[in-house]
């Protein structure tokens, strides 16, 4: 992908030389508009970097950071660029913008780049890509990274020119093995005058580096400090695979969020409705599901009813995969179906599992040329907030998810960071989040159990029919994690105004209910998480002599507990770690006392 930056800045030069005259020409990569490459453009514009767009509407041939090596285009791109620069003093910064944020001006960047006393300056890593063998032809620093970064790099026009008048390879070449060969070249480091940002003042590259960054909040602003080297790095790139850590930065930096003004962004780009005609409404698809017994169904579609949006603008998909509750659902239809546009029920007797009711509720929305959201709401959650609907779609993103809260309690239905396995794992911020001295809007790599997102996203990047599928990881994860791909939007959780408060939430209680598995109706239980913290099953009848089969599967741990004798119990968490199966009762009838606990 690729952008042009063109900054122009006239400093004066100052008796002391901190700073020198000159014009500033920023040159970026990126050839599609994605959510990454506009928070890019945010930064910059902050500090008043003047933006220009070169090679837009040229496919990307240069390969990405799961496949190597890739990036030539970006090399040919800018070779084509200097071509027409003929100031031998202008200055060119080449920085990558689908994962890069600026945390401070230009002002900054040409004094630290003076300070560092060669002609080219590169950015430095930690770790040696993509041919390890060259490690040893690396010149040894006496402190700092010692191996070069080809995703941001900073020096004068005659001497990139020089440095790049020997590219003649294809789009697909690497672009960090052609800068590392010229750089482990001591006669080319020499003669082009090549350095490397050994501690990182201009260049943060957060690959192998991410426990010497942190967040530092400083006279009305956030930047990111490098408390290794105790250095301010005006650029910071989540090159290779820290693209999680980078929406973490871009969370605060430069100045989306600070403790004296909060928020920053939550007012930008918004849809209002107020004022809007009934007709004028969005039309939206709301798609309920019910896949396991849950409590309070009936007071769930009482507060869906109570909902302020025009009915006549909104249509239901219904999948229900417990006979229990069809009564529930059939007393709502039986009063206020007419209500709405439109409604789509599917039932137990249907045999659809949950996954592909997921994608069917999709469709619904994606076939309707007038539907414009799909809002998914699993069966607990409490819609207290009658307005949510309308405030996400004012906020007009991709893809946005209101922060569910228990009350007292920590859990909540995000995520801030993810494990190395791609599991749970508590981000820095978690914490004031959860507890409201944090409010805004937050790219998180995880959300479940409600969330909207455009019909144009779906019918483009979120398009495939496996959106829940993974050979490794839970259906939910797997969605999030393709949206996290293709979307690159992310996820967003929003806190805002008068909705921070207890907005929305899931159950706390205790609820208990008698399940019975028959060979001939329900047998077993398909893959699940509960609606609870811990789950509990107390047997009521004895293997072996009222049944046969019956149990537990675990399939993350590949697990399997048989059907504990009559009066034991089997306690497990109900949901993230443990997602499990019924195994099927071949004989007899089996009963079991089962209680969804959330302390």
Same mark, same amino acid.
């Given at each position: 992908?690729?952008?042009?930056?063109?900054?122009?800045?006239?400093?004066?030069?100052?008796?002391?030389?901190?700073?020198?005259?000159?014009?500033?020409?920023?040159?970026?990569?990126?050839?599609?508009?994605?959510?990454?490459?506009?928070?890019?453009?945010?930064?910059?514009?902050?500090?008043?970097?003047?933006?220009?767009?070169?090679?837009?509407?040229?496919?990307?041939?240069?390969?990405?950071?799961?496949?190597?090596?890739?990036?030539?285009?970006?090399?040919?791109?800018?070779?084509?660029?200097?071509?027409?620069?003929?100031?031998?003093?202008?200055?060119?910064?080449?920085?990558?913008?689908?994962?890069?944020?600026?945390?401070?001006?230009?002002?900054?960047?040409?004094?630290?780049?003076?300070?560092?006393?060669?002609?080219?300056?590169?950015?430095?890593?930690?770790?040696?890509?993509?041919?390890?063998?060259?490690?040893?032809?690396?010149?040894?620093?006496?402190?700092?990274?010692?191996?070069?970064?080809?995703?941001?790099?900073?020096?004068?026009?005659?001497?990139?020119?020089?440095?790049?008048?020997?590219?003649?390879?294809?789009?697909?070449?690497?672009?960090?093995?052609?800068?590392?060969?010229?750089?482990?070249?001591?006669?080319?480091?020499?003669?082009?005058?090549?350095?490397?940002?050994?501690?990182?003042?201009?260049?943060?590259?957060?690959?192998?580096?991410?426990?010497?960054?942190?967040?530092?909040?400083?006279?009305?602003?956030?930047?990111?400090?490098?408390?290794?080297?105790?250095?301010?790095?005006?650029?910071?790139?989540?090159?290779?695979?820290?693209?999680?850590?980078?929406?973490?930065?871009?969370?605060?930096?430069?100045?989306?969020?600070?403790?004296?003004?909060?928020?920053?962004?939550?007012?930008?780009?918004?849809?209002?409705?107020?004022?809007?005609?009934?007709?004028?409404?969005?039309?939206?698809?709301?798609?309920?599901?019910?896949?396991?017994?849950?409590?309070?169904?009936?007071?769930?579609?009482?507060?869906?009813?109570?909902?302020?949006?025009?009915?006549?603008?909104?249509?239901?998909?219904?999948?229900?995969?417990?006979?229990?509750?069809?009564?529930?659902?059939?007393?709502?239809?039986?009063?206020?179906?007419?209500?709405?546009?439109?409604?789509?029920?599917?039932?137990?007797?249907?045999?659809?599992?949950?996954?592909?009711?997921?994608?069917?509720?999709?469709?619904?929305?994606?076939?309707?040329?007038?539907?414009?959201?799909?809002?998914?709401?699993?069966?607990?959650?409490?819609?207290?907030?009658?307005?949510?609907?309308? @405030?996400? &779609?004012? !906020? =007009?993103?991709?893809? %946005?998810?209101?922060?569910?809260?228990?009350?007292?309690? *920590?859990?909540? #239905?995000?995520?801030?960071?993810?494990?190395?396995?791609?599991?749970?794992?508590?981000?820095?911020?978690?914490?004031?989040?959860?507890?409201?001295?944090?409010?805004?809007?937050?790219?998180?790599?995880?959300?479940?159990?409600?969330?909207?997102?455009?019909?144009?996203t779906l019918r483009t990047d979120l398009k495939d029919p496996d959106l829940f599928e993974s050979a490794t990881l839970d259906p939910d994860m797997a969605f999030c994690s393709k949206v996290r791909n293709k979307v690159r939007q992310y996820t967003q959780i929003t806190r805002r105004n008068k909705i921070h408060s207890n907005q929305l939430y899931s159950q706390s209680m205790s609820?208990?209910?008698?399940?019975?598995?028959?060979?001939?109706?329900?047998?077993?239980?398909?893959?699940?998480?509960?609606?609870?913290?811990?789950? @509990?099953? &107390?047997? !009521? =009848?004895?293997?072996? %002599?009222?049944?046969?089969?019956?149990?537990?599967?675990? *399939?993350?741990? #590949?697990?399997?507990?048989?059907?504990?004798?009559?009066?034991?119990?089997?306690?497990?968490?109900?949901?993230?770690?443990?997602?499990?199966?019924?195994?099927?009762?071949?004989?007899?009838?089996?009963?079991?006392?089962?209680?969804?606990?959330?302390?």
């Amino acid at each position: 992908s690729c952008t042009l930056l063109k900054i122009k800045l006239h400093v004066p030069v100052c008796s002391c030389c901190c700073v020198f005259s000159g014009d500033l020409l920023v040159l970026t990569v990126a050839t599609q508009e994605t959510d990454g490459f506009r928070r890019f453009l945010r930064s910059a514009k902050h500090f008043n970097y003047t933006i220009k767009v070169l090679g837009r509407g040229e496919s990307w041939k240069g390969g990405d950071y799961m496949s190597p090596p890739g990036g030539g285009q970006k090399v040919r791109l800018l070779k084509s660029a200097l071509e027409d620069i003929q100031d031998e003093n202008r200055v060119i910064l080449l920085v990558d913008s689908y994962d890069v944020i600026f945390s401070s001006g230009p002002r900054e960047l040409l004094k630290k780049f003076q300070q560092a006393k060669h002609r080219v300056v590169f950015s430095a890593e930690t770790l040696i890509w993509p041919d390890r063998h060259l490690e040893d032809k690396h010149p040894h620093v006496r402190e700092g990274k010692r191996f070069l970064g080809a995703g941001g790099f900073i020096g004068y026009a005659p001497n990139l020119k020089q440095m790049l008048s020997d590219w003649s390879g294809a789009d697909s070449d690497s672009d960090q093995l052609f800068f590392t060969k010229l750089y482990i070249n001591p006669e080319k480091r020499k003669s082009i005058n090549i350095t490397l940002d050994n501690k990182c003042r201009l260049f943060q590259n957060l690959h192998g580096a991410l426990d010497e960054v942190v967040l530092k909040f400083e006279d009305g602003r956030v930047r990111a400090r490098n408390v290794l080297y105790n250095t301010l790095p005006v650029i910071i790139h989540g090159n290779g695979p820290t693209k999680l850590q980078i929406n973490y930065l871009g969370n605060y930096i430069p100045h989306l969020w600070m403790f004296e003004t909060g928020c920053t962004l939550c007012n930008e780009g918004l849809r209002p409705l107020s004022g809007l005609q009934e007709s004028q409404y969005p039309m939206v698809v709301i798609g309920i599901f019910i896949q396991q017994p849950t409590p309070f169904v009936s007071v769930f579609f009482e507060r869906l009813l109570n909902l302020k949006y025009p009915k006549n603008r909104l249509q239901l998909f219904i999948y229900n995969q417990e006979l229990h509750h069809e009564p529930h659902i059939r007393s709502f239809l039986e009063y206020h179906e007419s209500e709405y546009q439109g409604v789509k029920l599917i039932g137990p007797e249907e045999d659809i599992d949950p996954l592909t009711s997921r994608d069917i509720g999709f469709d619904m929305c994606r076939d309707n040329i007038d539907c414009e959201y799909f809002f998914s709401i699993d069966v607990d959650v409490v819609l207290k907030n009658e307005d949510m609907l309308r @405030i996400l &779609i004012e !906020l =007009n993103k991709p893809f %946005i998810a209101p922060m569910m809260t228990k009350p007292g309690r *920590l859990w909540t #239905n995000f995520w801030g960071a993810l494990s190395a396995d791609g599991y749970y794992a508590r981000s820095e911020d978690y914490m004031d989040i959860v507890k409201g001295r944090r409010m805004g809007l937050w790219n998180v790599p995880y959300i479940s159990h409600i969330f909207l997102i455009k019909a144009d996203t779906l019918r483009t990047d979120l398009k495939d029919p496996d959106l829940f599928e993974s050979a490794t990881l839970d259906p939910d994860m797997a969605f999030c994690s393709k949206v996290r791909n293709k979307v690159r939007q992310y996820t967003q959780i929003t806190r805002r105004n008068k909705i921070h408060s207890n907005q929305l939430y899931s159950q706390s209680m205790s609820s208990r209910h008698i399940s019975l598995y028959k060979p001939d109706e329900q047998p077993a239980l398909r893959p699940h998480h509960d609606a609870s913290t811990f789950t @509990i099953n &107390i047997a !009521l =009848n004895q293997l072996g %002599i009222d049944y046969q089969g019956g149990g537990c599967r675990f *399939l993350r741990y #590949n697990c399997s507990v048989n059907a504990p004798r009559r009066g034991w119990a089997l306690l497990h968490p109900g949901r993230l770690t443990h997602y499990h199966e019924g195994l099927p009762t071949v004989e007899g009838v089996r009963y079991i006392s089962v209680s969804f606990v959330d302390p």
